[in-house]
C-alpha cells in the first residue's frame, strides 16, 4: 500500500467514525495548493501535516515540498545556493502570514532569528509523548529498552534525552551501519562519534551489527526516525517520527502482537510546534529562554496525548485513529464554521 493509500485509508475511516457528511468528506482531501515533485507523496505528507499541527492545536495548516538532492555530497556553499534559489522559486507562497517553512529530513538549523530549543524539539516531543504513554501503564522512561533508527537531527537528540532520563538505548543506526550494546550506548560519545565521522559506523562502544537486523532488536520501545515503511516484531511500543513509517498489513500484524503505536501525527508533533513557538516569538520580537521553550513543549505533547485518548475513548479506537479523528473533526469543524456548504 502507498503512503497515500495508507493515509486516505486512515482519513476514511476517522471519517466514518466521525459521521463527516460525504461532500465535507470529499472537499478536505482537496489539497488547497500542489507544487508537483512527487505528487502522492507530497500530498500523503502534506495532509498529515494538516493532521498534524490540528491535533498539537496550532494555528496551522499542512503543506510539504522539499528539493530532490543528497544534502551530505554538498558543500556549504552549494547548499547555501541551493537553499537561495529553491526560496527565490516560491517566494511568492511563503511569508510569515501566508506559509512558513521549517526544517525536516536533509535539512539544519543553521538560521538567524531561530528559537532556543528548535533543534531538539522533536525528539524532546518524542521523550515527552512516550511519557505520557508510559506512565498510563506504570512505568517511566528509566529501565525501558529504546531502539532508534536513525541518528540525525531525530534520532540523536530523542537519543540524549531519553537517556538522560535514564532509558537504555540498546541499538542505534544510521544510514553508515548499526551499533549495539545491551548494556546501554554511551550517547554523549557516540554524538562525538558520529559529527567527526559523519555516521556511526565505527563505534567501538558496542558490537557493530547488520543495520536491518536493528528492526527485529528485543527491545521496550522502538524509535524509527529515518525512513517510511519499518517494522519491528519484538518492541511493546513503536513511536514513530518518520512520516508514515509502518505499512499497514504490519499495522495488523503488530496491533495482534499487543504492541502499542504512538503515532507520526502525534509523536513527531514537537518539531512544529516549536516551529509555532518561533514564529509567535519573531512576530512579537520577544525572545523566550530555552526552560519556557521546553515547557510549553511539554504542555502541548501531554495536552495533544490526552486529546488523542479521549478521542480513543469516544470512538472506541487505537491511538493512531483516535489521533486522526482529533485531527479530522477540528479541521473540518473549522472549515464548516468558516461557512462551508454542501
Ligand atoms: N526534523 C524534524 O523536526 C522532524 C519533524 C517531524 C518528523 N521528522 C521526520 O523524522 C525523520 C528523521 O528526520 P531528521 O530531521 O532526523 O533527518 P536527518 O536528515 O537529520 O537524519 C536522518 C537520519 O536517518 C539516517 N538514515 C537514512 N537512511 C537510513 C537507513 N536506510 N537506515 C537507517 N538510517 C538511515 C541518516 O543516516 C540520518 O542519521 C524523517 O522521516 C523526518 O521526516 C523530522
Redesign the pocket.
Known amino acids: 500500500m502507498n503512503a497515500l493509500a495508507a493515509t486516505s485509508r486512515n482519513f476514511k475511516q476517522a471519517a466514518k467514525l466521525l459521521g463527516l457528511d460525504s461532500k465535507l468528506e470529499k472537499s478536505l482531501l482537496i489539497p488547497f495548493r500542489e507544487i508537483k515533485v512527487d505528487p502522492d507523496e507530497v500530498n500523503a505528507l502534506a495532509q498529515l501535516m494538516t493532521w498534524k499541527t490540528a491535533v498539537a492545536n496550532i494555528p496551522y495548516g499542512g503543506a510539504k515540498g522539499g528539493i530532490g538532492c543528497s544534502p551530505g555530497d554538498l558543500s556549504i556553499s552549494e547548499l547555501e545556493r541551493l537553499t537561495r534559489v529553491f526560496t527565490q522559486k516560491i517566494h511568492d507562497l511563503i511569508g510569515i502570514h501566508a506559509d512558513v517553512p521549517a ?4 535539512t539544519n538549523s543553521q538560521d538567524l532569528g531561530g528559537s532556543l530549543g528548535r533543534d531538539a ?2 525528539g524532546r516531543g518524542v521523550l515527552f509523548a512516550t511519557e505520557a504513554l508510559l506512565a498510563e501503564h506504570g512505568k517511566g522512561i528509566a529501565g525501558q529498552r529504546f531502539v532508534i ?7 540523536s537528540w530523542a537519543a540524549q534525552l531519553i537517556s538522560e532520563a535514564g532509558g537504555k538505548v540498546i541499538a542505534i ?4 551501519g548499526a551499533v549495539k550494546n545491551t548494556n546501554g550506548l554511551d550517547i554523549p560519545k557516540l554524538v562525538k562519534h558520529s559529527a567527526e565521522n559523519r ?1 556511526i559506523k565505527g563505534f567501538n562502544g558496542g558490537d557493530s551489527i547488520d ?1 536491518h537486523s536493528l528492526l527485529t532488536e528485543e527491545c521496550d520501545v522502538l524509535i524509527p ?3 517510511g515503511g519499518v517494522i519491528n516484531k519484538l518492541a511493546l511500543l513503536v513511536a514513530e ?3 508514515y513509517p509502518l505499512p499497514g498489513f504490519h499495522l495488523q500484524i503488530l496491533a495482534k502482537k499487543g504492541v502499542l503505536i504512538l503515532p507520526d501525527i502525534l509523536a ?1 508533533s514537537g ?2 510546534t516549536v516551529s509555532y513557538f518561533e514564529w509567535v516569538q519573531n512576530i512579537q520580537g520577544f525572545m523566550w529562554d530555552e526552560e519556557k521553550v521546553n515547557a510549553e513543549l511539554k504542555t502541548y505533547m501531554t495536552r495533544g496525548f490526552k486529546d488523542v485518548k479521549e478521542m480513543c475513548r469516544s470512538h472506541n479506537c487505537d491511538l493512531r485513529m483516535g489521533a486522526f479523528t482529533l485531527g479530522v473533526n477540528r479541521v473540518a469543524r473549522a472549515t464548516v464554521l468558516r461557512g462551508w456548504e454542501a
Open positions: 526544517p525536516d529530513m536533509g524539539a522533536t533508527q536513525g541518528f540525525g537531527n531525530v534520532g543506526s544510521d544510514v553508515t555516521g543495520p526516525a529515518a525512513l517520527m518518520s512520516s513527531n518539531g512544529v
